[in-house]
T-cell receptor, first 113, second 114 residues
């Protein structure tokens, strides 16, 4: 089944404790991206990747890191999480770099205490 | 940066009627525009894409229009059903140096009542 898989789906952590949210797609998509969704603010792009080893900033990259060492994986790293990073995170991928139709994961709800 | 406004946070209509959702944008003219559906606690699901040189796109009960002069897209659901109740998001994309950027509106929550 074609899908974008995120882990963990739910996480409660404390300020400053490094964490990684993994994202994997099995559709051989070129493009991948991370978004965060907050009430009243909608979906905001954090980082995106047009290809392996190619990443770029979105609207809200501060406090986040990404890497794209393999085509299928695009992990989101929070080196020192803070409470303002409490949010619902979505990973998405697209066959084309445009991007075209985005396939979203089921989301990762992160709470930073 | 791109600014996108979707009409009223919530829209309530009766089953069988046509729902019309609006997406207005300012600043840069997009190369294309997409519409997504999002159910509570789930990831958005792609519905339609329309390019700047297209006026209208249809898919089953869905229709999207794109007016680059008005800087507006309209999303129609005809013969609406309670199962159409969800939040609908519009998203804009560009060419060139911002090719990888996709800007989302805040969404319109649609409720279709029997």
């Amino acid at each position: 089944e074609a899908q974008v898989t995120q882990n963990p789906r739910y996480l409660i952590t404390v300020t400053g404790k490094k964490l990684t949210v993994t994202c994997s797609q099995n559709m051989n998509h070129e493009y991948m991206s991370w978004y965060r969704q907050d009430p009243g603010l909608g979906l905001r792009q954090i980082y995106y990747s047009m290809n392996v080893e190619v990443t770029d900033k979105g609207d809200v990259p501060e406090g986040y890191k990404v890497s794209r060492k393999e085509k299928r994986n695009f992990p989101l790293i929070l080196e020192s999480p803070s409470p303002n990073q409490t949010s619902l995170y979505f990973c998405a991928s697209s066959l084309v770099r445009g991007p075209g139709e985005l396939f979203f994961g089921e989301g990762s709800r992160l709470t930073v205490l | 940066s791109q600014k996108i406004e979707q009409n009223s946070e919530a829209l309530n209509i009766q089953e069988g009627k046509t729902a019309t959702l609006t997406c207005n944008y300012t600043n840069y003219s997009p190369a294309y525009l997409q519409w997504y559906r999002q159910d509570p606690g789930r990831g958005p699901v792609f519905l339609l894409l329309i390019r700047e040189n297209e006026k209208e796109k249809r898919k089953e009960r869905l229709k999207v229009t794109f007016d680059t002069t008005l800087k507006q897209s309209l999303f129609h659901i005809t013969a609406s059903q309670p199962a159409d109740s969800a939040t609908y998001l519009c998203a804009l994309g560009h060419r060139g140096s911002t090719l990888g950027r996709l800007y989302f509106g805040r969404g319109t929550q649609l409720t279709v009542w029997p």
